[in-house]
């Protein structure tokens, strides 16, 4: 009975028996490829050369470079877009908790950036799906073609060495039959007695190396056959692959850009709403503005009148004279246009016995109807005053869009805003770029400089 030892040592044996012929094949090829290819180099030995082959494996390589460095790009641009897509969620959540819930149109605003989320979610998706995930696919099939590129190019080193291998023994075998021939015929002529000794050893000869010139033929045939086989698969997958590049890349192309056009106009449309929310936002607050500003005028103005004495003006009704009537009219046009004080004396200097005074005709007006007049009159003069500040206004325009000053000397506003365009000062008008305007702020009642094309004349 065999010991666990001697059971190993018989394993071992047989194993480095199995792969010897297998190590021994490998490196007899690589040997003979090296050789052949530095006989090659060195102009030795000439080598099979395929010139339509050559040109497939000039795109093919082109072609394999253009994939991988778009796969490349492709992925840098993805991860830009995830980077992005963080940032804006980050960003557009703080304008969502900014917003605050009185505003109006609240939900709204909220419900149309949770949109622009999705879409960036949906954007993202689909690239990957239907753009990157194609062309890795596509790129992974030219590592399979390139392996068969490197075994065409050994097959072919293989046949190249064996065809050439092929030539020197030929070559040999005439050089030695030759000699024997000679030989041959030297030992005839001279009659010796080893003759049929010799002739017989060179027919030995003649016939090893015919027998040896016959199996580096078959070895020849196989291996041309394995080149040409091959070598015919390649000339038929290179070129289509080459041409199919047209056909994957619009189809990659065109999805991609649709995809691309379908976000970003989602985008814009998220996007005008919220831009017209906001506009109403700043409507709405500009109208508090005004109705503020309006009402703290009115309270000023109220503040600063004289009282008016109605018991003065109602004793003054009881006396009337049709011989002072065009006079006691024009008094009371007076009154109503200038609103002086109703604690004067009557017009005429009478006495209150009725004497041939003259008195004040009666007055029809409350008290708040005259308030009100004078309020009227001196908000519309505060007005023409603000219009007409550096000079009488030249015409009006409306804003079209909103506009942020970059320079202390610009002029601020919103859309819609209604601004009165002067001529300016000498100063002023030196400093005015081509496309600029001078003009006063309806509502602030501020003087500055403004772009002409964010604004139309009304």
Same mark, same amino acid.
């Given at each position: 009975?065999?010991?666990?030892?001697?059971q190993?040592?018989?394993?071992?044996?047989? /194993?480095?028996? &199995?792969?010897?012929?297998?190590?021994?094949?490998?490196?007899?090829? @690589?040997?003979?490829?090296?050789?052949?290819?530095?006989?090659?180099?060195?102009?030795?030995?000439?080598?099979? &050369?395929?010139?339509?082959?050559? !040109?497939?494996?000039?795109? +093919?390589?082109?072609?394999?470079?253009?994939?991988?460095?778009?796969?490349?790009?492709?992925?840098?641009?993805? @991860?830009?877009l995830?980077?992005?897509?963080?940032s %804006?969620?980050?960003?557009?959540?703080?304008?969502?908790?900014?917003?605050?819930?009185?505003?109006?149109?609240?939900?709204?605003?909220?419900?149309?950036?949770?949109?622009?989320?999705?879409?960036?979610?949906?954007?993202?998706? $689909?690239?990957h =799906?239907?753009?990157?995930?194609?062309?890795v696919?596509y790129?992974? #099939?030219?590592?399979?073609?390139?392996k068969?590129?490197e075994?065409?190019?050994?097959?072919?080193?293989?046949?190249?060495?064996?065809?050439?291998?092929?030539?020197? *023994?030929?070559?040999?075998?005439? =050089?030695?039959?030759?000699?024997?021939s000679?030989?041959?015929?030297?030992?005839?002529?001279?009659?010796? &007695?080893? &003759?049929?000794?010799?002739? *017989?050893?060179?027919?030995?000869?003649?016939t090893?190396?015919?027998t040896?010139?016959?199996k580096? =033929?078959? #070895?020849?045939?196989?291996k041309?056959?394995?080149?040409e086989?091959?070598?015919?698969?390649?000339?038929?997958?290179?070129?289509?692959?080459?041409?199919?590049?047209?056909?994957?890349?619009?189809?990659?192309?065109?999805? +991609?850009?649709?995809?691309?056009?379908?976000f970003? %106009?989602?985008c814009?449309?998220?996007? %005008?709403?919220?831009?017209?929310?906001?506009e109403?936002?700043?409507? #709405?607050?500009?109208?508090?503005?005004?109705?503020?500003?309006t009402?703290?005028?009115?309270v000023?103005?109220?503040?600063?009148?004289?009282?008016?004495?109605?018991?003065?003006?109602d004793?003054?009704?009881?006396?009337?004279?049709?011989e002072?009537?065009?006079?006691?009219?024009? @008094?009371?046009?007076?009154?109503?246009? +200038? *609103?002086? @004080?109703?604690?004067s004396?009557?017009?005429?200097?009478g006495?209150?016995?009725?004497?041939g005074?003259?008195?004040?005709?009666?007055?029809?007006?409350?008290?708040?109807?005259?308030?009100?007049?004078? !309020?009227?009159?001196?908000?519309?003069?505060?007005?023409?005053?603000?219009?007409?500040?550096?000079?009488? /206004?030249?015409? $009006?325009?409306?804003?079209?869009?909103?506009y942020?000053?970059?320079?202390?000397?610009?002029? *601020?506003?919103?859309?819609?805003?209604?601004?009165? !365009?002067?001529?300016?000062?000498?100063?002023?008008?030196?400093?005015?770029? #081509?496309g600029?305007?001078?003009?006063?702020?309806?509502?602030?009642?501020k003087?500055?400089?403004?772009?002409?094309?964010f604004?139309?004349k009304?």
């Amino acid at each position: 009975m065999m010991s666990l030892s001697d059971q190993k040592t018989n394993r071992t044996s047989s /194993f480095n028996h &199995s792969m010897m012929p297998s190590v021994k094949s490998k490196l007899m090829k @690589n040997f003979g490829r090296t050789k052949e290819k530095i006989l090659q180099g060195m102009g030795k030995t000439d080598r099979t &050369s395929d010139e339509n082959f050559d !040109v497939y494996v000039q795109n +093919f390589e082109s072609q394999h470079a253009q994939v991988s460095k778009l796969n490349k790009e492709l992925n840098k641009y993805l @991860n830009c877009l995830r980077e992005t897509q963080k940032s %804006s969620k980050a960003f557009y959540d703080t304008l969502r908790e900014t917003y605050e819930a009185d505003w109006p149109a609240s939900d709204l605003f909220a419900e149309q950036i949770e949109l622009l989320e999705i879409k960036w979610s949906d954007y993202l998706a $689909k690239l990957h =799906k239907d753009v990157q995930l194609p062309l890795v696919s596509y790129l992974n #099939e030219f590592p399979e073609h390139k392996k068969k590129i490197e075994k065409r190019y050994n097959r072919l080193l293989d046949y190249d060495n064996a065809r050439h291998t092929l030539q020197n *023994a030929e070559h040999k075998t005439s =050089k030695k039959l030759g000699q024997n021939s000679h030989s041959t015929i030297n030992n005839t002529s001279a009659g010796s &007695s080893s &003759s049929s000794s010799s002739t *017989a050893s060179n027919n030995h000869a003649t016939t090893d190396q015919l027998t040896k010139l016959t199996k580096l =033929k078959i #070895e020849l045939e196989d291996k041309q056959h394995v080149y040409e086989d091959l070598n015919q698969t390649l000339c038929l997958a290179l070129p289509v692959l080459y041409e199919n590049r047209l056909k994957f890349y619009s189809s990659m192309f065109q999805t +991609f850009f649709h995809t691309e056009t379908i976000f970003h %106009s989602d985008c814009v449309e998220a996007k %005008s709403k919220l831009d017209d929310i906001c506009e109403k936002l700043s409507i #709405e607050t500009s109208q508090m503005r005004v109705g503020q500003t309006t009402e703290v005028n009115s309270v000023e103005i109220e503040r600063d009148l004289p009282p008016i004495d109605s018991e003065s003006t109602d004793n003054n009704n009881d006396y009337s004279t049709d011989e002072n009537e065009t006079d006691n009219q024009h @008094n009371t046009n007076s009154i109503t246009e +200038f *609103a002086p @004080n109703l604690n004067s004396e009557p017009v005429g200097g009478g006495s209150g016995d009725g004497g041939g005074g003259v008195s004040v005709r009666p007055v029809e007006q409350s008290t708040s109807l005259i308030y009100s007049y004078l !309020v009227d009159r001196i908000s519309e003069s505060s007005q023409d005053e603000r219009r007409n500040q550096g000079g009488k /206004f030249l015409y $009006k325009v409306k804003a079209t869009y909103p506009y942020d000053p970059k320079e202390i000397d610009e002029l *601020a506003f919103d859309k819609e805003d209604i601004i009165a !365009v002067v001529d300016g000062t000498e100063s002023e008008k030196e400093d005015l770029d #081509e496309g600029w305007l001078i003009g006063i702020h309806e509502l602030s009642n501020k003087r500055g400089l403004f772009p002409e094309n964010f604004t139309k004349k009304i």
